[in-house]
Every structure is written in structure tokens, then in C-alpha cells.
């Protein structure tokens, strides 16, 4: 797990491209404080060089890939690679990056892990590979040797990396299926760079800081975060999942092409379909994928929120070893929303050693800069800011590898927005005698009407009329800036007619949902310097079968992940396999806005930020909106906060903010 960056120049136009990379790596220490790496090209070379983070045993080694020089000494450069390591698996100087094959004409920058790499070192060993280290990041570089652009396809894990090939003159780039890792590019005709994170871009003068008003436009009117290449960073792309590309560094010429789409079933019952004999695959399935997972040279832990899906691994792990390990969880001094207790039953039954983080608003508003900048962008309510302190708790403990529960309601079927699917598939199927007394019982028959005459109307509507609907449902749109709702009003399109359960865990699994909370667990974890592992988001053989399963098994009689439930049996403790209430890092929102309302009023006084809300009406009815914490909380009233702060701090200084 590390953090990758890298710049090449066109038509020697690249001025200090040596101090850029830099400037990049430097931005994104906290994703590999154990060491830094550079690779320098020419027109006819590529030299492995050092920085100041450069262990000094690593310089003095005698590893093929050992660095040579400072990256300072450098001229004429086409180009240079970047790396930071956070150390996991060959935590030795073989480990080190970038690292190269036997005949140095291949180089490589990796970020993730490919957790089936042990097996695919004896099937390239068997076909005459030779390794000179035990990493993965080799594996990889072997599998691009022996099959080319299409090693991807036998690759389990999560991972961003990019090859330089010395004899096709080429970057070849990929990131993992569902999103995991991060990628983001920038193309110009001087310059093209790429880096793990956004602001490294920004820093390093790349780009300039501007916001790109489209994603902006959906964070707000459609609650979407990034689902284009070009996100809230105007000029600044992401490199979708499932994707790859080759960039001829000589003629500048990029291609991308998507190498795999996930399959799915469409039925809504299967006459084959055999609840044991699928429980126990999937509770085959789900074991291997924590096996895995546990491969590491250093500790693993894993985030115990005290529901089913994390719940899952920690006893998952129990199992597979016969030990307990470390559990982190997040506590509030609230019963409503305070999961703790669900924790402890885990936490007991596995003979862990429970960890506990006691988040409040104060805190929260000591460490809003953190929060918001290492996100790169506008978070949505603050239950990211206990699971920032959840990933503190366990670097604060020494530990950089812990297990976490994200994908698992993509998959199985587990938020309450499901039961609207799940109610139209009865409907579609079953009929209207068997829809009507299940919406009853679920509680849902109104709230399901609503929401079919929203999605079936609310796109025939003229833009300026679908707007007005918006505003009336949603309070806190009305404090957008007109002019920017004008300017943006061709985005509003109609929503597809597609309503069944498996249809919409599927889009929910690709470059949508799962996507955004994936990132906001890659920042949150790599800020502290914490891989985050996550078998329900990256391991293909589960979540491939996982969607071959029909819909009708996914919610049953109104239980959410129904299915998981069963295959947990016997591994998890009933008490969490019987849970009714999800949570999910629910925080006292409402409270803690109310709490620190009066210390980032300053915020929507930013000029910049007029531009795209109305911050004189904000301002005006500021207690209205922001001293509201008895008010059911709809997870919208924070983005206005979180949207200013990262004007704020984007805007202005903000590469000078890091980690106390």
C-alpha cells in the first residue's frame, strides 16, 4: 500500500519536472512515510534516484533496482516516476520501488495489493520467470511480461500502478474492478502526470485550483460524487475502475480501454437455486477471501463497527486462525446510535482486544482541515469523521493493515433504500396480493409510491420544473446560487426504468456508490498511514458469484442481506446475524452542527465560494439552517459545511496543512 506519482513532458516544453514530482510525493507522505523512490527518463535511459525519505540501507544496498543518485541532480528529463511506501509485504530493501525486471526494461510503481500473488509466482515460475524478491510488486511485473496488457485478468486485490516499458517507449497503466485504489491524470499539451491523489496535482502547480461546476452540479442536485471522469477538480480526471491505459510517451498519444465488466443475473428467483448449497459457498467463498487478506509481513487488524459485515471478517478471522486480534470501533455517549455493544459481543466471542475511539464536536472542529483535505474533496455528513478517527486509533496503536466490511451491503443487499427494489420485484413477479402485505409489513407501501411516481415523473418534467420539485423536496438546495442552477440545468436527464434489486446493487457496485465510500476509506486510512483491506469490495470470486445469485434471495420477507445472514451462520455470533437496526457509522450529525455553527460561519463569507451558493441568504438564515438538533437528520445539511471548508482550503493555502 503506497502512494504513486509521476510526470512526463512533450516537445521539451516539461520545465522542472523533477521538482514537480517531488512536490507530488512529498503532498502524499502520509500514504507511504517508509520510503520514497524516483525513476529518471531520458530519451535513452531510465535511472533509479533517490529522495529524502530514502532509507540510507536501501541507497547502500545491492538490490537490482537500488537508487543511484539524487533526483536533484537530473537535466533534460523526458520524464520521472514517483513512489512512497508504506511497507506490508517484503518489508526489506527488495521491497523497495520503483522496481524493475532482471533486464531493466521494465519499471514499476505500484499502489494496492494483488493477494493471489503467491500462487501466481509459482504458475510464472513454472512458465521460466525468475524473482529476485518476495513482493507482489514483481508478480505484477512478471504477469506483464508473460501476458501482456491482459495480466489484469488474473490479478485478486486491489491496485493502481503504472509500467514504463523501455522498448515500446510506453506507460502502460491499470486500476483494480470496483475502485479500491485510487488513479487521477492530467493531459495537457506540455504535460502528462498522474498521482494517487487529486491535491498532489494541485500542489505541484499541474493544474490550478479550480472547481468543475458539472460534478458540482450533481454533489449537489443528485447526491452524486464523481461518477465522470473530469470530478470536482476542473482539469484533473480519474482513471475509471476496470480500466487501462497506454501512453507513447514520445508522441503523447493515450488509450484507455476497459478490460472486464461484471457480470450479473437478472432473474428474480432461479428453479435451480439451493439455499445450503449456496450458503456454503458463500460462506466458502467469504473465508478464502479473508485468508487472503491476511497475508502480511506486519500485524493485521480490522474496524469492528458492530455490524454484520465487519462483524463477518473479525469472526472470519477467529475461525481461520484460532486467535483474536485487534478491533477498533467507534463510541458515542448515545444509545440510539452507539454500536459499541454490538462490538463487544464480537469482540468476546472472538477473544479480541477491542479498541475504542469517543469522537465529539469539539474534536471534529479541531480537526476539520484534516478531515476535508484529506479528502480531496466535500465530504457528505460527518460520519466520516468517526471513521477518520477509527483509522487514528489504529495507527496511534502501531498497526498498518486492518480488515474492513465496505461492499458488503452492494452486494448482499443491505441499506433501506433496497426495499424499494426489492418491493418492485414482488410486484413485477408475484404480483399485486403478494406486494401489498409485504409493503404493509416492511412499513414501506407509501414511501414506495412516492418514490415510483418520483422516478417515473420526476425526468418528464422540464429541467426548470424538475429543479422546482428538487428544491421543495430538498430545503438546503434553495441556498444554491440561481445563476450557477441556470448554468447547469442541461445535467438534469431523465433516470433509467430499471427497478429491480440486482439491477441496482449492480450499479450501486460500479464507479457509483461503492466507489465514493471506497475513496473516502482510502483517505481516511492512507492519511493515517493505514492499508484498509476489503474482501467484500475486491475478492472476484465472491463478489462474481454474489451476483449470479438471484434477487430474490438477497432481501426475503423483508431482512436484509438474507443470504449473508444464513452463510454466517456458525462463524458469527447470532446476536449480530439477528440484528434488525443498521447504523453504519451514524453520528449526532444534527448536534455536532449545531455545536460548531458559530466557529465556521467565517467560511461562507469566501467571495469564491458566491459563485455557487448564495451565501448572502445563508448567511441571513444561518441559525434556520445550522441550529437545528432536534430535526431528524437527512445527511445533506453538513455538505454545505464540508463544500465551504474545501473552498476554503483549496483556494488558499492548503498545501501547508498536515497531519499534527
Not at 515460475?125 to 508478480?139: A, L
Not at 441499506?415 to 427494489?421: I, L, M, Q
Not at 457509522?585 to 455545536?595: E, G, K, L, M, S
Amino acid at each position: 500500500m503506497c502512494g504513486i506519482a509521476g510526470i512526463i513532458a512533450f516537445n521539451n516544453k516539461g520545465g522542472d519536472i523533477a521538482g514537480m514530482a517531488r512536490t507530488m510525493n512529498n503532498t502524499m507522505r502520509h500514504r507511504g512515510p517508509d520510503g520514497e523512490g524516483y525513476l529518471l527518463l531520458t530519451e535513452d535511459s531510465a535511472v533509479p534516484a533517490f529522495g529524502k525519505d530514502t532509507p540510507p540501507p536501501i541507497i547502500q544496498s545491492s538490490i537490482l533496482h537500488k537508487p543511484v543518485q539524487p533526483t536533484e541532480n537530473s537535466a533534460n528529463l523526458k520524464g520521472i516516476l514517483a513512489h512512497r511506501r508504506l511497507s506490508i509485504i517484503d518489508i526489506t530493501a527488495t521491497g523497495h520501488q520503483p522496481l524493475c525486471n532482471s533486464a531493466k526494461t521494465l519499471w514499476i510503481v505500484f499502489n494496492g495489493e494483488i493477494y493471489n500473488y503467491i500462487e501466481l509466482r509459482e504458475e510464472l515460475m513454472k512458465k521460466g520467470h525468475i524473482f529476485h524478491t518476495s513482493s507482489d510488486t514483481e508478480v505484477i511485473s512478471a504477469a506483464y511480461s508473460e501476458w501482456g496488457y491482459e495480466c489484469v485478468n488474473h490479478f485478486n486485490g486491489m491496485w493502481a500502478f503504472v509500467i514504463y516499458d523501455t522498448n515500446k517507449k510506453q506507460l502502460f497503466a491499470s486500476r483494480d474492478r470496483f475502485g479500491v485504489k485510487p488513479f487521477y491524470y492530467c493531459k495537457n499539451d506540455t504535460h502528462f502526470a498522474f498521482a494517487s491523489e487529486q491535491k498532489a496535482l494541485v500542489a505541484a502547480k499541474v493544474v490550478p485550483f479550480l472547481p468543475n461546476e458539472r460534478a458540482v452540479f450533481d454533489y449537489w442536485l443528485f447526491t452524486t460524487m464523481e461518477e465522470e471522469e473530469e470530478g470536482m477538480f476542473k482539469e484533473i480526471y480519474e482513471l475509471f475502475p476496470a480500466y487501462s491505459f497506454i501512453l507513447d510517451i514520445e508522441t503523447g498519444e493515450l488509450r484507455k480501454w476497459k478490460y472486464y465488466t461484471l457480470p450479473y443475473s437478472d432473474k428474480y428467483t432461479d428453479a435451480n437455486f439451493n439455499l445450503a448449497e449456496s450458503a456454503e459457498k458463500i460462506q466458502s467463498l467469504f473465508l478464502d477471501s479473508v485468508r487472503l487478506r491476511l497475508r502480511s509481513d506486519v500485524e493485521v487488524a480490522s474496524c469492528l463497527s458492530g455490524g454484520i459485515d465487519s462483524s463477518s471478517i473479525v469472526s472470519a478471522i477467529h475461525k481461520l486462525t484460532g486467535k483474536g486480534l485487534h478491533t477498533f470501533t467507534v463510541s458515542f455517549n448515545d444509545a440510539l446510535i452507539d454500536e459499541s455493544p454490538w462490538a463487544k459481543i464480537v469482540s468476546d466471542y472472538t477473544t479480541s482486544t477491542a479498541h475504542y475511539t469517543f469522537p465529539s464536536s469539539a474534536e471534529m472542529l479541531e480537526d476539520l482541515n484534516e478531515l476535508i483535505y484529506c479528502q480531496d474533496i466535500p465530504i457528505w455528513s460527518t460520519s466520516t469523521y468517526a471513521q477518520f478517527r477509527v483509522m487514528r486509533l489504529i495507527h496511534e496503536n502501531g498497526i498498518k493493515v486492518a480488515l474492513d466490511g465496505q461492499g458488503g451491503d452492494e452486494l448482499f443487499g443491505g441499506y433501506g433504500r433496497y426495499y424499494f427494489y426489492y418491493l418492485h420485484d414482488i410486484l413485477k413477479h408475484e404480483g399485486i396480493s403478494a406486494f401489498i402485505p409485504e409493503a404493509r409489513s416492511t412499513g414501506q407501501l407509501k414511501r414506495y409510491f412516492m418514490q415510483l411516481a418520483l422516478k417515473k415523473y420526476l425526468g418528464s418534467l422540464p429541467p426548470s420544473m424538475q429543479v422546482a420539485v428538487r428544491l421543495r423536496a430538498h430545503p438546503e438546495l434553495n441556498y444554491l446560487n440561481k445563476d450557477f442552477l441556470h448554468r447547469n440545468m442541461g445535467r438534469l436527464k431523465m433516470e433509467k426504468d430499471n427497478y429491480s434489486l440486482n439491477g441496482y446493487l449492480h450499479h450501486d457496485f460500479n464507479n457509483t456508490l461503492l466507489k465514493c465510500y471506497l475513496k473516502c476509506e482510502d483517505r481516511c486510512s492512507m492519511w493515517h498511514s493505514v492499508e484498509s483491506r476489503t474482501p467484500f469490495s475486491d475478492d472476484i470470486h465472491l463478489i462474481e458469484y454474489g451476483f449470479t445469485l438471484p434477487s430474490s434471495v438477497k432481501i426475503v420477507n423483508g431482512e436484509l442481506k438474507w443470504l449473508l445472514r444464513k452463510a454466517m451462520r456458525g462463524i458469527a455470533p447470532n446476536a449480530i446475524l439477528d440484528r434488525q437496526d443498521k447504523k453504519g457509522y451514524v453520528t449526532p450529525n444534527r448536534q455536532w452542527i449545531a455545536d460548531i455553527r458559530n466557529d465556521v460561519r467565517h467560511l461562507f463569507e469566501n467571495p469564491i465560494l458566491a459563485s455557487i451558493l448564495d451565501t448572502k441568504k445563508i448567511l441571513r438564515d444561518y441559525e434556520l439552517l445550522f441550529n437545528q438538533p432536534q430535526k431528524p437528520d437527512d445527511g445533506r445539511i453538513f455538505k454545505l459545511i464540508a463544500f465551504a471548508k474545501w473552498i476554503d482550503i483549496f483556494s488558499g493555502s492548503f498545501d501547508t496543512i498536515r497531519r499534527q
